[in-house]
Nanobody
């Protein structure tokens, strides 16, 4: 059974950090580009970051550049999103997704084949 499971969300104060995990089962995650997305209430899902398949080439949306870092551990079949200096505008449900093959814009959700269920991140004082 193909599955992506996110974990690591929670509530933090501004300036805090969280590390999200995205564990894959039923397929080999290293063959897939992994994307991280978030969705705030009343807003569309937006791309946050991605890491390409088989190479550690990463992409970041402008609002998170310099604060978020995406990595993967192929031995654990897991990807991570380290989030530092969190801001209230980072609040939302965070999803990981996996895409096989070439694609257009990494920020477009339509390219991705598998999705996790999401994990809530709340940044508030």
């Amino acid at each position: 059974q193909v599955q992506l499971v996110e974990s690591g969300g929670g509530s933090v104060q501004p300036g805090g950090s969280l590390r999200l995990s995205c564990a894959a089962s039923g397929f080999t995650l290293s063959y897939y580009r992994v994307g991280w997305f978030r969705q705030a209430p009343g807003k569309e899902r937006e791309g946050v970051s991605s890491i390409r398949a088989n190479v550690d080439i990463t992409d970041y949306a402008d609002p998170v550049k310099g604060r978020f870092t995406v990595t993967r551990d192929n031995a654990k079949n897991t990807a991570y999103l380290q989030m530092n200096d969190l801001k209230p505008e980072d609040t939302g449900v965070y999803f990981c997704a996996a895409a096989l093959g070439s694609m257009g814009s990494w920020e477009s959700p339509s390219w991705y084949d598998y999705w996790g269920q999401g994990t809530q991140v709340t940044v508030s004082s």
